[in-house]
RNA sequence: GUGGGAGUAGCUCAACUGGCAGAGCACCGGACUGUGGCUCCGGACGUUGUGGGUUCGAUUCCCAUCUCCCACCCCA
């Protein structure tokens, strides 16, 4: 049996109603705050991704699919091509190739499937769908705002809320620019070279590796240390500070709560000023339900002119994941279900269905080799409200039986008018 | 990539220290030839994830492999 590979899934229904209920939300929600949708390829040169992503991450080291494409003749290499683990730098390098700054102020979103190889888990697929927005312009449309990142960030909030997502939690830090990081980064180093070697192995290996992530640490016994160590706030110059200042003065203002966490890094390397992340509990280990961040050197970094930016990724996945833990399974029900009795009836169903699916009425239908009892079996096995019936009595008569499934009356409706009868009567409910 | 747990009917799970692979739900049919839900009766259900090995005999023990789950790493 050939099966879906490993960290991919099928999503059947009636799990695929849940994602649709998302997307449609999410639409709503960036259509109020005038943002358009944008569909970036799949699949870009490796070097983007390299680039941009940085070259010392674990997606760029060791999680992308990346493989050689064919060239167009013996002589030529053909290029190197990945999937893309995320979609930002695909939506900065349209910015750049179709000179979307002669737009102002760009506020895009996307939807759709992200690819990274990792070790599959509950929240974490191979093939993973992100629901993501980037605000990104030239300094002179406002990209570099302050009220941009609040914007942004009162979405989101917004979003979940709108959603159903009870109890989410938002995370805010700034990393500052990169002349803050490299300070604070050698600032860590120093304090860290004095009580590394009473931490555990993962901390003394990070230490060497990456120092910010010490921060992520859970064994008890170092937070102590963990908590004398530098925090970044102090080394943020003051443009930065008073731009950070000013996102959490917008956010008060308009009442989304925050909290503040000094330990919270994004581990992308564009990243710069404010950083952020949506947590919700009953996911696991996989708590991040949503993270994103600015990031004002990147269109430079990948040879466009200076384009600061905003934007936020949505694990779908775990989004739906939390939704199921609340609510329950909605279930697309027919309004009507006609049940064709006996040979030559299923044309004159068509018919019937037909009209009243012009009618904006949800029809399921039947098939003239069932007998009765199967017909009226299946509707309410489906949850159908009323059953029609469509059989050689009622074809002769002018009148079709008429069944409610949950009260179990029924009536002979005329087929003059019929269709307006039922609209009605399935309106009424 | 590392560590641990688990894979048995469509689903949820049984099967003692190795001895004929089972139940509930779901499915199909009948009781009831054009009237569902309730009830009763019957039916079909499986290379026990896959491939090796040990054994008279393996769902059970061993090895390998695949997949899922939990955690690490990291991220959404």
Sequence with gaps: MIRAVRGTRDLLPPETA?????????????RVYNFQEIRTPIFEETQLFARSVGEETDIVSKEMYTWEDRGRTASDKGQSLTLRPENTAGVVRAYIEHKLWDRGLNKLYYIGPQFRRERPQKGRYRQFYQIGA???????AGSESPARDAELLELLATLLDRLGIA???LQLNSVGCPNDRAAYNEALRKAL???????????????VTNPLRVFDCKVPEDQPIIDKLPRISHYLDEPCRNHFDEVQQILKAVGVPFTINDRLVRGLDYYTR???????GALGAQNAILGGGRYDGLSESLGGPKAPGIGFAI?????????QQTAESVQCKPDVY????????NAEAAKLARELRRQEVVVELGDETFRLKKSLETASKLGARFAL???ENEVKSGAFALKNLSTGDQVAVPRDGLTDEIRSRVQKL
């Excluded at 980037?134 to 002179?140: D, L, M, S, W």
């Excluded at 070279?193 to 230490?207: I, K, L």
């Excluded at 006609?338 to 009836?345: E, S």
């Design 167 to 169: 109890d989410w939690c």
């Design 315 to 323: 694990g779908e996945d775990r989004l739906v994941l939390a939704l």
């Design 274 to 280: 404010t950083a952020f992340e949506f947590t919700h």
């Design 338 to 345: 006609i049940a064709p009795l006996g040979a030559g009836m």
């Design 18 to 30: 849940l994602w649709n209920y998302v997307e449609t939300m999410v639409r709503e929600v960036f």
């Design 389 to 391: 019936i469509v059989g």
């Design 193 to 207: 070279e004095p009580v590394v070697s009473n931490m555990c192995v993962d901390c003394q290996r990070r230490a």
């Design 134 to 140: 980037e605000v990104i312009g030239p300094p002179t």
